[in-house]
């Protein structure tokens, strides 16, 4: 087995090795994964929060290859829809790849790439750019302010702020079509939504709309729900947010995306169909 990284900007995961084949998930750029198999054009991975499939070898930067600074530098995290990455400092310059939300780089080598005296892997640059590095080895340019040096977690202890986190993450992704395996603004699917989010908070739940043992989710009561905990259905998951709503990627005529719909029978976005269908809650706090 070798441990490599996805170079494509988005690498799609099929059940099978075809690209005519269900699409199971998508592995974003910089994320690890564990080749376990390779057949010709193809490899089957397992991805570092647990979910496998196929992807095309193309997509991959193998250990033996990818450069060192994927394993001693800073990584920085994608958090806007989408970001460029451009060969020089400037809007101007042509881009190397355009990331979306959820990606890695890493940062650039100390003194190279940030406009700042005393610049090195964290600094923060002065003219609003950050030189980082690709997992293919190319260095480029990013915005800064579509960057973060580091995901939201639950070392802080405060649980209530990472709810509130989760559920304004949750809601970047509104309007976003629906797509079936699909994880970025680009298209989504209910489990897509739900894994992303909590993975950018640094959370690994299970890639698919059901809890499995093993991952940081368990089921709860309806009494015990609060804001950012999911709600389980037949083949769907979705977000609850508070005040008898909740956010979810659906592929309902009409809604074809991220929505907001309600569980009170009183509200105009209320969806009978789900509300009666719920099978159980889970939270991971």
């Not at 302010?145 to 986190?165: F, I, K, N, V, Y």
């Not at 993450?169 to 797509?179: D, P, S």
Request: net charge negative; with cysteine.
């Amino acid at each position: 087995m070798n441990i490599s990284h996805i170079k494509s900007a988005v690498a799609p995961v099929y059940v099978k090795p075809d690209e005519r084949a269900e699409l199971a998930d998508e592995v974003l750029h910089g994320m690890e994964v564990t080749v376990t198999e390779t057949a010709g054009e193809w490899c089957l991975i397992q991805t570092y929060y647990g979910y496998g499939g196929y992807v095309r070898a193309v997509d991959i930067e193998e250990e033996s290859t990818y450069p060192e600074i994927f394993r001693t530098h800073e990584k920085l995290y994608v958090i806007s829809s989408f970001s460029d990455v451009k060969a020089e400092r400037s809007y101007q310059s042509s881009s190397l790849v355009t990331l979306p939300r959820g990606s890695i780089v890493a940062a650039e080598a100390e003194g190279a790439g940030n406009a700042k005296e005393d610049a090195g892997v964290g600094a923060e640059p002065t003219d609003g750019w950050r030189g980082v590095v690709l997992a293919d080895g190319r260095s480029g340019y990013v915005r800064a302010s579509s960057l973060s040096a580091s995901l939201l977690d639950m070392s802080g202890g405060d649980e209530d702020a990472l709810r509130e986190a989760i559920v304004s993450l949750a809601k970047e992704y509104l309007g976003v079509q629906y797509r079936w395996g699909g994880k970025t603004p680009l298209g989504i699917d209910c489990s897509g939504l739900c894994s992303a989010v909590y993975l950018m908070c640094g959370i690994i739940i299970y890639r698919d709309a059901r809890i499995e043992d093993g991952f940081s989710m368990r089921k709860i009561g309806k009494r015990e729900v609060k804001k950012g905990d999911l709600i389980y259905f037949s083949g769907h998951v979705a977000m609850y947010i508070g005040e008898e709503r909740y956010i979810h990627a659906t592929g309902r005529a009409g809604s074809d995306g991220v929505v907001i719909n309600s569980l009170n029978p009183a509200h105009d976005d209320y969806r009978e169909d789900l509300a009666k269908g719920i099978l159980y809650y889970g939270s991971a706090f």
